[in-house]
Each structure stands twice: as C-alpha cells, then as structure tokens.
C-alpha cells in the first residue's frame, strides 16, 4: 500500500513533492498529457479543500513519465474542469482503479 500525505496546504505538498524529485511543471506543459496519456503514471494524489470557499479546493499530482521525468500538476477540484489534461488525469485514476488513486 502507497503511503499517504496530509497536508494542511496545497502549498506543503508541492514543496513535499519538490523534495522527493517532483520538480517539472506539468500545468505549463498539459498538452502533453493531454495528448499521449498512456507515457505517464501518477505516482502521489492528494486533494485539498479549503474551509470556506470551494474555490479553494484542489488535486496535486505527483507524475512519472514512461521518459523518467518527474513533475506536478496542480488542478482545480471540478466535475467541469476547463483542462483536457485534468480529465485525464482523473479518468487515469479512475480506470487504473488503484489505491494511489483513492482520494
């Protein structure tokens, strides 16, 4: 079973992953993702929500691609999510159906 991370802030996790080698930006690069979903694994997941505004909620990604490169990406916590790599992203979990993705 993957460990699992509590954070109190999306901030924390993205220095926690940072530490561990997650240092490529995936959000400026979501194209990729996007377009060849199979070259990627998700390595960490972890949701945040804010206490008041549901603006504040959102999903880190810890990712792995086939290529090596480790990176984040950060997104909005939506059914409606504007990012084609987002969906993805969440669809990877979903039909992966493994404990890494367990939110």
């Known amino acids: 079973m993957k460990p699992t991370y509590h954070y109190s802030t999306v901030s924390e996790a993205l220095d926690d ?3 561990m080698g997650f240092t490529y930006d995936f959000n400026i690069h979501e194209e990729d993702i996007a377009n060849k979903p199979h070259n990627y ?3 960490h997941i972890y949701r945040y929500e804010g206490d008041s505004d549901p603006g504040d909620e959102a999903i880190v990604y810890g990712i792995k691609s086939t290529s090596g490169k480790k990176g984040v990406f950060l997104a909005g916590f939506s059914a409606n999510s ?3 790599a987002a969906q993805i992203l969440a669809k990877l979990c979903i039909d992966k159906n493994d404990q890494q993705c367990k939110i």
């Open 82 to 84: 504007d990012s084609n």
């Open 17 to 19: 992953l940072n530490e």
């Open 41 to 43: 694994q998700i390595i």
